[in-house]
């Protein structure tokens, strides 16, 4: 049964169309009313159109009308019956019209069903690819459930790795750091050390007698001190940015500029060394210590093969370590190259060629002070000028001796003995004033640096009644110092802390202020700027454009300084809002949060007036210090701009004994 089925089947084609013919002759034999019938062939057509195609449809509908015009030629009489023999026409135009549609019939049935067949192939198609898709979201599932595991594994695994590169770099750095500077360490790490020439300052320390110290006591003592020497030491050094090159015994060698480039860096090596000594104090010792720094060009690098080691070399080296070995123990001396960039911070004395005179120098020196009060009567008697310039020439000191004898030869020229004494200062001058240096062939400026100088005693700045009445209020203020004297010499702006601490309490007093308000202003004035240590050195004073990222730093700074005053112990929330809002503007265009008027603190407001007049009549770079009639004026037009609060200026004026500001620029009267 099932073979004859199949077999049915795979010959359904030709047994269909056999069925059809053998249909056609029964029907044309048998059945009388044949006309009638021709419809009956719609339906084996449409069947074979709708189940074998059109081709089968079509060749059905063919060889069916064959067929039939085969039994009408054959026997027309039986056709007849239905038309008169006149109507012929009728009977052959009916046959052909039905052939058109029999085979017309075909053709749509069977292309209908090709359609279907082509739509059923799709729709095969698309359960397979839905049974594939189906069997690929389960195998998606599977792999996603076991991904989660995989990578919760494989996150596992990298955090122990990572863990383990964190704990390998953190021994290694640990490794470095105990052995190099810091920030050596985390540049040579990072690959962004260079070799290369470039401008800095170099400071060579050492102990006087220390061989025979150590020579005389027991070697825990001795490496125990000088552990504690060194702590000391390295403090007052890293403060000030300075990296330590190597220690070479109980001497120290430095390099300020290396390997981060800071623009001021022989301010910071002078206020290291001026440190370090005060710092030997602190020591339970009777050592002294001998400090020489110079400023120049050096070759600065990693040195060695396997074992590397940041340094620098070149002249300028060689010329701090002369300097060290030349300098009286407790002092500091310099080279002329640093001596031309800290001169305006630092009081500096010039070193002599005297080789042990120092007694004879002293009675010279009383001897000029004498002659030079009494020139302050009489400045232009040639005999004490000739007397005064000798004194000098005495001293060493050629170049003052030559001024002298120079200013004689203008009042009278035809002095010969002032000028044959200014021929020899000149002949003499390298000789007395210049220091011969082992390994130099030219003789060498030198200078001892005695100390800060005190911005408050600039004339130009503060009038010298300011000073008298309020420089005393400085005095009993206890503040870290050294850290402002830091941040100060990254911009070179030393001092600046202070003269902003005294203007703000002085403008304080005369506005009406309490004693507490006055003394936070005083503090604030200090420390207003501590906050620019977010800011890069590299930006700090820049005269180029700011990036977005760096205005966005630099308006950060008065909220990190009030964070910073918080860590220093300093609770005060007035401190904290006068320190926050210090750049602030009285029109509301200031920063960081926009306030207007009477919204920012009168002490935020006295500080940003105090701070811009310290700045107007500061020396800074490619700026020369304003006197402070020309800043009055400046402050003015900024006031009238709406910068500043017009009764802090009128305040300011009053204190300088200026004219007071006219009353329109006055938002409110003064405050008593």
Not at 328 to 356: A, C, K, L, W
Request: glycine residues 6%.
């Amino acid at each position: 049964m099932e073979k004859i089925k199949r077999y049915v089947f795979d010959h359904f084609e030709s047994h269909f169309i056999f069925t059809i013919l053998v249909s056609v002759i029964l029907i044309n034999f048998f059945i009388y009313s044949k006309i009638a019938f021709l419809n009956f062939y719609y339906l084996p057509i449409m069947l074979a159109g709708y189940y074998l195609g059109r081709r089968t449809a079509v060749l059905g509908a063919f060889f069916t009308i064959l067929m039939v015009w085969v039994f009408v030629l054959a026997d027309l009489d039986h056709y007849y019956y239905y038309y008169a023999q006149e109507e012929k026409f009728h009977l052959y135009f009916h046959l052909t019209v039905w052939a058109g549609f029999l085979v017309l019939a075909g053709w749509i049935i069977g292309g209908l069903k090709e359609k279907l067949r082509f739509t059923d192939k799709l729709r095969e198609e698309l359960a397979q690819e839905k049974q594939l898709l189906d069997i690929t979201n389960n195998r998606l599932n599977d792999y996603s459930s076991q991904l989660e595991t995989k990578v919760s594994e494989r996150t596992q695994e990298l955090e122990r790795s990572q863990g383990n590169v964190e704990s390998l770099k953190t021994r290694v750095e640990d490794a470095l750091f105990s052995v190099m500077d810091s920030k050596v360490a985390r540049l040579m790490i990072e690959g962004k050390l260079r070799n290369e020439k470039r401008r800095i300052s170099v400071l060579f320390s050492d102990l006087k007698d220390f061989t025979l110290y150590s020579e005389q006591n027991p070697p825990e003592r001795v490496i125990n001190e000088l552990n504690v020497y060194l702590a000391e030491m390295e403090d007052c050094i890293t403060q000030f940015y300075g990296h330590i090159d190597k220690y070479i015994g109980d001497g120290i060698m430095v390099e300020f500029g290396a390997p981060v480039k800071y623009k001021n860096h022989a301010v910071l090596a002078v206020l290291a060394g001026l440190t370090m000594q005060e710092g030997m104090k602190k020591i339970p010792t009777q050592w002294k210590m001998r400090v020489g720094i110079a400023t120049g060009v050096s070759v600065v690098g990693l040195l060695g093969l396997k074992r590397k080691s940041y340094s620098c070399i070149g002249n300028t080296v060689n010329l701090a370590s002369r300097l060290e070995e030349l300098c009286e123990p407790g002092e500091v001396y310099i080279d002329h190259n640093t001596y031309m960039i800290v001169q305006q911070f630092f009081h500096v004395s010039r070193i002599r060629s005297v080789y042990g005179k120092r007694e004879a120098d002293k009675i010279v020196e009383a001897e000029i002070q004498s002659l030079e009060n009494l020139l302050n009567q009489n400045p232009n008697d040639a005999q004490m000028l000739f007397a005064l310039g000798q004194a000098f020439f005495k001293k060493r000191a050629a170049s003052a001796a030559m001024e002298v004898f120079q200013k004689i030869l203008k009042i009278n020229p035809n002095h010969v003995e002032a000028r044959e004494a200014y021929a020899e200062a000149e002949k003499n001058q390298d000789e007395y004033e210049k220091i011969a240096i082992r390994g130099k062939k030219e003789r060498v400026s030198i200078y001892r640096v005695i100390g800060l100088k005190d911005p408050l005693m600039d004339r130009n700045k503060i009038p010298r009644y300011f000073f008298d009445r309020y420089a005393s209020v400085t005095a009993n203020i206890k503040l870290p110092m050294e850290l402002i004297h830091a941040s100060e010499a990254v911009d070179g702006t030393l001092g600046h802390g202070k003269t902003v601490a005294l203007l703000s309490y002085a403008l304080a007093e005369k506005l009406g202020l309490s004693h507490k308000e006055k003394e936070e202003l005083l503090i604030a004035g200090y420390l207003h700027d501590l906050g620019k240590i977010i800011i890069p050195h590299e930006i700090r004073g820049t005269d180029r454009p700011l990036s977005k990222y760096e205005q966005a730093l630099v308006y950060q700074h008065p909220t990190e300084t009030s964070r910073m005053i918080k860590q220093l112990g300093y609770t005060s929330e007035i401190l904290h809002n006068y320190v926050k809002n210090h750049h602030e503007h009285y029109d509301g265009s200031g920063y960081p949060d926009k306030l207007k008027g009477e919204q920012i603190p009168l002490g935020s407001r006295i500080l940003s007036i105090a701070n811009d007049f310290d700045v107007l009549t500061s020396n800074r770079k490619n700026q020369v210090g304003l006197n402070y009639q020309t800043a009055i004026k400046k402050l003015q037009r900024k006031t009238k701009a709406g910068k500043y609060d017009p009764q802090c200026l009128a305040a300011l004026m009053q204190l300088l004994n200026l004219q007071t500001t006219p009353p329109r620029l006055l938002a409110f009267p003064l405050r008593t």
